[in-house]
């Protein structure tokens, strides 16, 4: 028989930044995780999208206009924010964060001007998105200042990992840059939710999807989801484009969304939801740790509500992942760290000692 260490854990105290539901989330059960909650957020994104913006137009508001208004730099309100810049101290422009406004590309001559960045590129969902017509091709939540000729060198290269500044990678493959990765995920996340039957978040990101139970959601967004948190920019374009469109971006607006739908790393929850991350002397499992196999493993717990386990370290970062009830920890160090189990009825977090 297997001997098994019973340890009492010390509770674990957090701070969470909490936040007021905004009106616009009122009828959303906020309750619900998995598809359930997916499928209500995408109902209230569409139903709520009542404007839809043409592309470029002569006698109305068109995406130039919107885009001139939401990626304005706070800094200098002459400008844009590139996405995918990360340098304005340099002589190459294609590093550039940020454009006068004015200097935006109509022509085919663009060289040190900026133009429409489609973060879900056109060619890549399914059907392409199209710009000759208002729709899912000029949806301004997907739509972004980039300098024109990064906007080319990105062209439609899914993202991919990687760290520092903005750069295709050996495989071809594009990282947008550790400013911008969160941004990206979550304009991929409401793409998904607003058009999802066209906009597959695995047709653009690539890597493995192992967090979501329906394998929709490539591990890769969920990182940056959380590794790179809703900056004030993001708040105030989410802002500008929703008075325009009259729907927004729910991950923009709180991050752990995202962690309700798909799992992964906690993110940051604005709001403090019921389903954010809490205590569990409310449920009656336990958490045990086999000594002899090197082995934490939950019992007492109905397995068709276990979602996942993670083993989280004092940084932050995930070490160990499972969709079953144990988690093998052969090559770990003695310390402190934190497990989080994820059910469908919420997520729990503990502090464990390993000797």
């Not at 509770?11 to 009122?26: A, D, H, K, L, R």
């Not at 101290?89 to 429409?116: I, M, Q």
């Not at 991919?160 to 969160?182: R, V």
Request: charged letters at 20%; hydrophobic letters at 35%.
């Amino acid at each position: 028989m297997k001997y098994f260490l019973k340890f009492i854990f010390i509770f674990f105290c957090f701070s969470v930044s909490t936040g007021q539901i905004p009106s616009y989330y009122q009828n959303i059960n906020l309750n619900l995780t998995g598809d359930q909650l997916k499928n209500e957020l995408s109902n209230l994104i569409s139903t709520t999208h009542q404007t839809l913006v043409e592309y470029t137009s002569s006698v109305s508001v068109d995406t130039w206009d919107v885009i001139k208004v939401s990626d304005g730099f706070s800094s200098d309100t002459s400008k844009v924010l590139l996405v995918y810049g990360y340098n304005d101290n340099d002589a190459t422009v294609e590093n550039d964060r940020t454009r006068a406004k004015s200097l935006s590309c109509h022509t085919s001559s663009c060289f040190g001007l900026w133009n429409r960045e489609h973060v879900f590129p056109k060619s890549l969902a399914s059907p392409n998105l199209i710009t000759n017509f208002p729709g899912a091709g000029t949806d301004v939540h997907n739509l972004r200042a980039c300098d024109y000729s990064t906007n080319a060198s990105r062209s439609n290269k899914k993202f991919d990992a990687g760290n520092g500044n903005s750069s295709s990678n050996n495989q071809g493959n594009w990282y947008p840059g550790d400013e911008w990765k969160g941004d990206v995920a979550r304009i991929i996340m409401y793409m998904y939710l607003r058009y999802p039957n066209q906009c597959e978040p695995t047709n653009v990101g690539i890597g493995t999807q192992l967090f979501s139970p329906n394998g929709d959601m490539p591990d890769v967004f969920l990182n940056w989801n959380f590794s790179d948190p809703v900056s004030e920019f993001e708040e105030t374009r989410n802002n500008s484009i929703a008075n325009v469109q009259g729907n927004r971006n729910p991950f923009i607006d709180n991050p752990y969304l995202a962690t309700l739908i798909w799992n992964g790393p906690a993110a940051e929850d604005k709001w403090a939801s019921a389903n954010s991350t809490k205590d569990y002397e409310d449920e009656n499992f336990e958490v045990l740790i086999n000594s002899l196999n090197n082995e934490i493993i939950i019992e007492n717990l109905d397995l068709n509500t276990l979602l996942s386990l993670e083993l989280i370290n004092m940084k932050g970062q995930i070490i160990k992942f499972s969709k079953n009830f144990i988690l093998r920890t052969p090559d770990l160090a003695s310390g402190i760290y934190l497990i989080k189990i994820t059910t469908k009825h919420g997520s729990y977090l503990r502090k464990i000692s390993l000797n």
